[in-house]
């Protein structure tokens, strides 16, 4: 899928998603773990990008997206709070199902868990997002893009993009464990982890 230059990170680590907690738009910020990510991030792309203003960042609205945006920038030598934010760029509700561990959502609801593993793409929490809707979402962001661009949001607005840029499976990239302490780079329909 032909388009500029992407590079997308996955906000760092929260205190929730170490619990395997469905965090969606509930506004948690990054743990210890999380600025470590978002620094070796934003080191490995001072290493990789010679002239960092050609680039354009945005970050999604949800502080922990927005916090690793300003350290990786830091790392990168460049003024932290200058990137635009888009809300497109927000991460999947999880509806009824924010703040619920996996565990706890397998045991309550069985049914729906299995459901949810057979149908990631199209899955939709009660009150929430499927895959399939999020992509709605951010694909008129993805067409908008004029030049190279980094974003820092969220792992189901990232299985997104990818699928899309991908062209790949739709429950397989929705299946796809987004890391936190990697750079993607898509171009070209190629993708390159970084």
């Not at 991030?41 to 990789?48: F, Q, S």
């Not at 635009?84 to 045991?107: H, N, P, Q, V």
């Not at 929705?174 to 329909?189: E, I, N, Y």
């Amino acid at each position: 899928m032909a388009g500029p230059m992407l590079y997308y990170l996955r906000h760092g680590e929260t205190d929730w998603n170490a619990e395997l907690r469905f965090q969606g738009q509930k506004d948690i910020p990054l743990n210890a773990r999380g600025r470590e990510q978002a620094r070796s991030n934003g080191k490995r792309l001072a290493e990789l990008i010679s002239n960092p203003s050609e680039l354009d960042f945005v970050a999604s609205p949800l502080g922990r997206a927005r916090e690793t945006m300003e350290i990786v920038r830091a790392e990168m030598g460049l003024d932290p709070g200058n990137y635009r934010i888009d809300a497109r760029l927000i991460e999947a509700s999880y509806g009824d199902l924010e703040g619920t561990t996996l565990a706890e959502f397998k045991a309550m609801a069985p049914d729906e868990h299995k459901l949810r593993k057979q149908t990631r793409w199209t899955y939709c929490p009660r009150n929430g997002e499927s895959h399939a809707m999020v992509l709605a979402r951010v694909l008129p962001f993805y067409v908008e893009l004029q030049r190279p661009t980094l974003v820092c949001a969220h792992g189901v607005v990232g299985r997104a993009i990818r699928q899309h840029v991908l062209a790949m499976d739709r429950d397989e990239a929705a299946d796809f464990t987004f890391p936190q302490d990697r750079v993607f780079l898509w171009h070209d329909g190629v993708e390159r982890q970084l």
